[in-house]
């Protein structure tokens, strides 16, 4: 538990740095508005912690992962009065779709099948406390990572340059390719478990003969596209900032959320882990 709220404190120390940097000179609150994205994201969260609390399913928040970046990304355009900005509304545009896409692959795979085996231990863990341990280390720590990942809306929000064709079709073109992936990935491994066939076997075919995690590439791939809308900007302070986004969600997926699986397919597939030292688990490994 100490582990998660010194990440929490290090989580919201970035945001708040990110926030004053970006804002140089101005000491008004209700001006910092990455902070006032964080709050809303908190707040949605918040609402997200007493549900789960009550139909006892912290899983859930998987599903609202993606619409909390709509969340951010809806409260820094009102806060920010980019609300007429094309520059802008393309990039919420986007994060929608993917946002959207994401929780209802997630929903539909999740609902009806109980609460993740991850929240499963972490409830065994924390026993009767569990029920504030669950806002500080599952709906606080995503709540700071999703402002975090979505920084790249934030700089993206900031270039004050008029969206070309080029770089509409630049920044789109790499979106579209990740969300293509991450979604042929989760269709492809969605149909080889549900082939009884395949019971207890490794999905080796399609996106998946490339890497163990396609589907987190596309992901990645997606947050890159969102974080060269910054680059126009000749800002090296919004292209850095913004760069945190994809390298933020490339660290989740190959340091936690990656060898989480990894382990768990380990526990149910005694021949994943030669699998494991013949493949890559992100990047894709061309053949």
């Not at 809303?40 to 609390?53: K, T, Y």
């Not at 990572?145 to 270039?159: E, K, P």
């Not at 596209?225 to 933020?248: D, K, R, V, W, Y």
């Not at 936690?256 to 894709?284: C, F, V, W």
Request: proline share 3%; charged share 15%.
């Amino acid at each position: 538990m100490k582990r998660i709220v010194i990440m929490n404190c290090i989580t919201i120390s970035l945001i708040v740095i990110l926030s004053y940097i970006s804002t140089p000179n101005n000491q008004i609150l209700a001006n910092h508005h990455l902070i006032t994205g964080f709050g809303s994201v908190i707040a949605f969260m918040s609402v997200l912690w007493i549900v789960s609390l009550i139909v006892k399913d912290a899983s859930i928040v998987d599903i609202f992962w993606g619409p909390a970046f709509i969340v951010l990304g809806s409260s820094l355009l009102v806060s920010m009065d980019q609300v007429y900005s094309e520059r802008s509304l393309f990039i919420l545009f986007l994060v929608s779709l993917w946002a959207i896409r994401l929780a209802s692959h997630i929903g539909f795979r999740n609902i009806g099948h109980g609460e993740d085996f991850r929240y499963v231990e972490w409830r065994k863990e924390s026993g009767k406390n569990y029920w504030w341990h669950s806002f500080i280390r599952v709906f606080l720590l995503q709540g700071g990572l999703c402002t975090l990942v979505g920084v790249s809306i934030y700089f993206g929000y900031l270039n004050e340059k008029s969206l070309s064709f080029i770089e509409t079709m630049f920044a789109s073109t790499i979106f579209f390719i990740g969300l293509a992936w991450e979604s042929i990935s989760d269709l492809q491994l969605k149909a080889f478990r549900k082939d009884p066939k395949n019971k207890g076997k490794i999905c080796k075919s399609g996106l998946w003969k490339y890497s163990r995690h396609p589907n987190y590439f596309g992901d990645l791939v997606v947050w890159i596209s969102i974080f060269t809308f910054s680059i126009s900007s000749e800002n090296l302070l919004f292209i850095a900032g913004s760069f945190l986004s994809p390298l933020i969600m490339g660290s989740i997926f190959y340091y936690i959320t990656g060898p989480i699986m990894d382990q768990a397919m380990m526990q149910s597939r005694p021949d994943y882990k030669k699998y494991m030292e013949n493949s890559n688990s992100l990047i894709p490994k061309l053949k």
